[in-house]
């Protein structure tokens, strides 16, 4: 069993936990530091419904189409991924959250709450993991309510109006940001 050290108030003793007893910001393991940590493929609200909503803006492909054309990809790339769909602003705020932990980086399509979630800006700020933006349509060339992203000025990199292309070249420039860091 791991034990940790930490300073009491009475400053010359030494209080011994377990880890398990210990609030959880100080007993989570450094995952994200292994290389075998996926990639979190986040996605908002009504992405579920892709291949039926709008496909003139979003295309044909389907969620699960995606999520297995970005699995085929991130395995060429020694990568895996953890693709995940909500619509919910505060799950996808704690999926940043585990992220901070659990992955390697993310990969973000807000979709509406890229235009509109502080919420969204500060879990990524937190984070401090390498985020790329996507969005299958292009933003800029829709309404001017869609030109305002919160997330790319906290996303190294933002991909917008390849469709589904979009992830895979997202993933393709994370693992090259991985492997300079390296
Ligand atoms: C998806 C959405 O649902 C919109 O709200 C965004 C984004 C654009 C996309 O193109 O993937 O404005």
Redesign the pocket.
Known sequence: MAILFLPSPRFHDIWLFSLHDLPPQYNKPAMSDSPTSPVFVLN????NQLGT?QPE??GTQTLAEIEAMVSAQASKLGLTVDFRQTNHEGVLIDWIQEARHKACGIIL???????TSVGLFDAIVAAEKPLFE??????YA??A??HKSYVSAVAKGVI??LGPQ?YLHALDALARHLNEKK
């Open positions: 908002g609200p009504n992405l909503r803006i979003y399509n807000a979709a509406s709450l890229t235009h996507v969005h299958l349509s292009n933003p829709r309404e309510f869609r917008c109006g979009g």
